[in-house]
């Protein structure tokens, strides 16, 4: 793995918020933070583990998903480079995950015990804006998905998802975007053949 100030630096570039960030604040950073990697296939978060970390992607690509009642994997997000990620239901209450969260493509990751991130956002100002930045995007994600489900016929819901993750469309399982937009694999591969949209 390169070097760990690498992807520190890229973690700090994502929560400057353009106000500048302190080489104090980068040196408690470093000493809280570690750099994990992952290879394809691999397990980041199993559900019903506890979730006491803050992650976040330097390169990769990433899957949530849980088991519905029939025992089937529904995928309720992608985590791509640059983002915030973890189980925000285990990491905010304290209870047993309920997702799981596994590597698409080889992953870099830095993460963080809520612990040492608690304290690091009760130390530190500026960082008190980090935890706004990550849930309000969080709920934003959830609400536009819940319009989507609600609202979209099948060629609709494909339609936003090409415009929205046209980054990784060609790096996700077509199973997997079928069960994120709530249709069949048979419709959605329908769908693709016959290029409707």
């Known amino acids: ?9 890229q973690l700090v570039a994502k929560i400057d918020f353009g106000k500048g960030v302190s080489n104090k604040i980068i040196e408690d950073i470093n000493k809280s933070v570690f750099c994990n990697y992952k290879s394809a296939g691999e397990i980041v978060l199993l559900e019903g583990k506890l979730c006491n970390d803050l992650f976040f992607l330097n390169k990769g690509l990433l899957r949530s998903y ?21 189980n925000v239901y285990g990491f905010n209450s304290g209870s047993p995950s ?43 994600e959830l609400e536009e998905r819940i319009r989507m489900l609600q609202n979209l016929g099948a060629k609709e819901k494909y339609r936003a998802f090409v415009l929205n993750y046209k980054k990784i469309i060609d ?7 079928a069960s994120f937009l709530g249709i069949r694999l048979e419709t959605l591969s329908r769908i693709k053949k016959n290029n409707i949209m």
């Open 171 to 177: 790096k996700v399982k077509l199973m997997h975007i």
């Open 66 to 86: 849980y088991s519905n009642s029939d025992g089937d994997d529904v995928t309720s997000s992608f985590v791509q480079e640059g983002e915030f990620f973890t």
């Open 1 to 9: 793995m390169r070097n760990k100030d690498v992807f520190i630096k």
């Open 98 to 140: 309920n997702e799981s969260i596994a590597v698409i493509e080889d992953a870099i990751y830095c993460s963080i015990n809520k612990d040492d991130y608690m304290k690091l956002t009760l130390k530190y100002s500026e960082l008190a804006m980090l935890n706004y930045f990550i849930i309000n995007n969080h709920r934003i």
